[in-house]
Each structure stands twice: as C-alpha cells, then as structure tokens.
C-alpha cells in the first residue's frame, strides 16, 4: 500500500522550489526507486535524500510503499494533477485575456 500525504498545491510549489528536492522529484520521473538509489549520484547524503522525500510526501507529491525492509518511493499522479489544476487556471486565464484582446483590436479596425 502506498502512503503520501494530502495534495496541497500552496505545499507542492514550495517543496519543488529547493532544487536538490526537485531534482529527486524529476528523478523518481524515471521509476520508483529507494533512497539508496536517489542519493547514489547526488552531492548530498542518504539522510538529506529522506528528509527531502519527507518534505516531498507531506507536500502529496511522492508516496511510499515497503519492500522487505526498504521504502520505495514513487510520484502519487494526484498530487501532479492537483499541480496541473493550479497552473491549468493561469492558461485559461491567459487565453481569455489573449481573445478579449484580439476582439478588441478587431473591432478598432
């Protein structure tokens, strides 16, 4: 059974804005993995890789299920659509502007 946190879009933004946290966000893109194999590679250690996947699981980003005596983490799809859902309001946004815009430039000529 996987476990993560409430999506929370105010708390999924924050968390992806340090760039170590998003860099294991983009890396558990791949497929899930245990924290040994998201601190391989990385300028920090396994400790720094867990405290970022808890900031990352509270925020409902990532989820995690164990293995044996290891915990898999993996991207939880909807705490991405709830992202998607916030940034979807801005293009809707933008479109409708864009369109009054053009209908009020078409109407000037």
Same mark, same amino acid.
């Given at each position: 059974?996987?476990?993560?946190?409430?999506?929370?879009?105010?708390?999924?933004?924050?968390?992806?804005?340090?760039?170590?946290?998003?860099?294991?966000?983009?890396?558990?893109?791949?497929?899930?993995?245990?924290?040994?194999?998201?601190?391989?590679?990385?300028?920090?250690?396994?400790?720094?890789?867990?405290? @970022?996947?808890?900031?990352?699981?509270?925020?409902?980003?990532?989820?995690? @299920?164990?293995?044996?005596?290891?915990?898999?983490?993996?991207?939880?799809?909807?705490?991405?659509?709830?992202?998607?859902?916030?940034?979807?309001?801005?293009?809707?946004?933008?479109?409708?502007?864009?369109?009054?815009?053009?209908?009020?430039?078409?109407?000037?000529?």
């Amino acid at each position: 059974m996987i476990t993560y946190g409430k999506p929370d879009r105010g708390s999924a933004i924050e968390a992806l804005g340090d760039p170590t946290r998003r860099f294991v966000f983009e890396k558990l893109r791949e497929r899930p993995m245990a924290v040994g194999e998201l601190a391989a590679g990385m300028p920090v250690s396994r400790p720094a890789v867990s405290q @970022h996947l808890r900031v990352l699981k509270d925020a409902g980003l990532v989820g995690e @299920h164990r293995e044996g005596t290891r915990r898999i983490y993996a991207i939880v799809p909807e705490g991405i659509a709830e992202l998607r859902a916030y940034f979807e309001q801005f293009w809707v946004s933008a479109l409708d502007n864009f369109r009054a815009a053009a209908e009020t430039r078409g109407e000037t000529r």
